[in-house]
Nanobody, 122 residues
């Protein structure tokens, strides 16, 4: 059974940090582009970051560039999202995502995690 299981969300004060993890099983992990999306209340799910199978090439949404870092450990079948300098606008449910092809929008995603709530307080 293919699944993505997330962990690491929670409540943090503005300016703080959190790290999300997403453990994959049932797939050849290194063949997938992995990414993170988020969805705030009343808004559409939006792209946050992606990383290619090799772990070398990454891409970020402008809103998180220089604050968030995506990484992966193919030996552990896990992708991470390190979030620093968190702002209230970062409050959302964060979803891990996997794609066998391009990954730039929600429609590209083949696999979704269950979602992790991240709440940033002022």
């Amino acid at each position: 059974q293919v699944q993505l299981v997330e962990s690491g969300g929670g409540l943090v004060q503005a300016g703080g940090s959190l790290r999300l993890s997403c453990a994959a099983s049932g797939l050849t992990f290194s063949r997938y582009i992995m990414g993170w999306f988020r969805q705030a209340p009343g808004k559409e799910r939006e792209f946050v970051a992606r990383i290619r199978g090799s772990g070398i090439l990454t891409y970020y949404a402008d809103s998180v560039k220089s604050r968030f870092t995506i990484s992966r450990d193919n030996a552990k079948n896990t992708v991470y999202l390190q979030m620093n300098s968190l702002q209230r606008e970062d409050t959302a449910v964060y979803y891990c995502a996997g794609a066998s092809g391009a990954l730039g929008a929600a429609k590209d995603v083949d696999l979704w995690g269950q979602g992790s709530q991240v709440t940033v307080s002022s």
